[in-house]
């Protein structure tokens, strides 16, 4: 009992519980700020700068949250009534509270894809056309990782073949890249390359990379300046915000390469876990620091009950899924300490 309320837990439920080290507490210590609604914070200034040249745009934009950014994103990209192209599984559809509706009044047009990739074929197909009572189609958005199909990597080709069909189409390309470093360094493919195939592209610093709070967007100047006043009207205009931009920058110069290393843990436990066959999982489909399973034999709330008093936290992912999330308040030991909780626990 007393182990089990002293000892740290493994937490695999996000990413996103990461905590800022000590030596990036110390970017924030010395961070130089300034009130950024008049746009005087010079390390805001500077995130901004340095985010717009790793992508490839015009502009940037430092915003509270990865939900924050995506939105920002769609009221830029369309007006009210327009219809907006998303994956079935996407995060935008799933995890946003419907804000497309609220915040833009747009209708979200779901199309069903493999591991997240949706084909141009069945994209062709959902672009309305132009009868007067179709919504117009004027922005498609796609999530590389993808989240609930398990971290995977949307192929670049895809992306490329999605953006020349949206080009044809006159419509705009959002990428929610929540996670796009780790597909980056999985693949040697760098953000501009990513980036030079849509319009604009948002990405979080508060989960992988261990920042405490923070995402940018990315994309042409007027777009970004939409996007500013939006984020205005939506209050998230923030002041001496260089004490977040500090993190971020921090995490930028410090915290990508390593993202690596998380792929290769959750591909480590996925191997691992595979073994037992109670457990139900493609450990092909793990790319990155997203494992999804299923396991026999028990409901799902009572397995994530039983990991939990082991001290193993991990979350529920889409419909049966169990989700384990790998980063860098994770060590290998505690991968394979992992590993062998779930193995023996099933
Ligand atoms: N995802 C969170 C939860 O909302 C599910 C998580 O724990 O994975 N895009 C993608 C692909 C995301 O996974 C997330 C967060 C967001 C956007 C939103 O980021 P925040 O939480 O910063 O608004």
């Given at each position: 009992m007393f182990n089990q309320i002293y000892m740290k837990p493994i937490d695999l439920r996000s990413d996103t519980v990461t905590k800022p080290s000590k030596a990036m507490r110390e970017a924030i210590f010395n961070a130089e700020v300034g009130d950024d609604v008049f746009g005087e914070d010079p390390t805001v200034i500077k995130l901004q700068q340095k985010c717009a040249e790793l992508s490839g745009k015009e502009a940037s934009l430092f915003v509270t949250t990865g939900c924050l950014?995506?939105?920002?994103?769609?009221?830029?990209?369309?007006?009210?009534?327009?219809?907006?192209?998303?994956?079935?599984?996407?995060?935008?559809?799933?995890?946003?509270?419907?804000?497309?509706?609220?915040?833009?009044?747009?209708q979200l047009h779901t199309v069903p894809g493999t591991k997240g990739e949706m084909k141009p074929e069945d994209i062709k197909t959902a672009i309305r056309s132009g009868e007067y009572y179709f919504p117009k189609t004027r922005l498609i958005c796609l999530e590389n990782t993808h989240n609930r199909a398990g971290g995977t990597i949307q192929p670049i080709k895809n992306i490329k073949e999605i953006y020349s069909l949206a080009k044809e189409n006159k419509i705009k390309l959002h990428i929610d890249g929540a996670r796009i470093f780790n597909a980056s360094v999985e693949t040697g493919i760098s953000l501009k390359e990513y980036a030079q195939y849509c319009d604009s592209i948002s990405f979080c610093f508060s989960k992988g990379l261990g920042a405490p709070v923070g995402s940018i967007l990315c994309g042409d100047s007027e777009f970004i300046t939409i996007a500013h006043k939006w984020r205005k009207i939506l209050g998230g205009g923030m002041r001496q915000s260089g004490i977040l931009a500090a993190a971020a920058l921090y995490a930028l110069e410090n915290n990508v390469k390593r993202l690596k290393e998380d792929n290769d843990n959750a591909k480590y436990f996925a191997k691992e876990i595979s073994a037992n066959p109670n457990i139900i999982i493609d450990t092909d489909s793990v790319h990155t620091n997203i494992v999804v399973f299923?396991?026999?034999?028990?409901?799902?709330?009572?397995?994530?009950?039983?990991?939990?008093?082991?001290?193993l936290l991990l979350s529920s992912g889409s419909y049966s899924n169990i989700r384990a999330v790998f980063h860098l308040d994770v060590s290998k030991e505690e991968t394979i300490k992992a590993a062998e909780i779930i193995v023996n626990g099933v």
């Open positions: 950014g995506n939105q920002l994103a769609i009221k830029g990209h369309t007006i009210q009534g327009d219809e907006v192209i998303c994956e079935s599984e996407a995060h935008i559809f799933h995890y946003e509270t419907s804000a497309p509706s609220v915040i833009s009044n747009v299923q396991i026999k034999g028990m409901p799902k709330d009572t397995f994530l009950q039983k990991m939990n008093e082991k001290n």
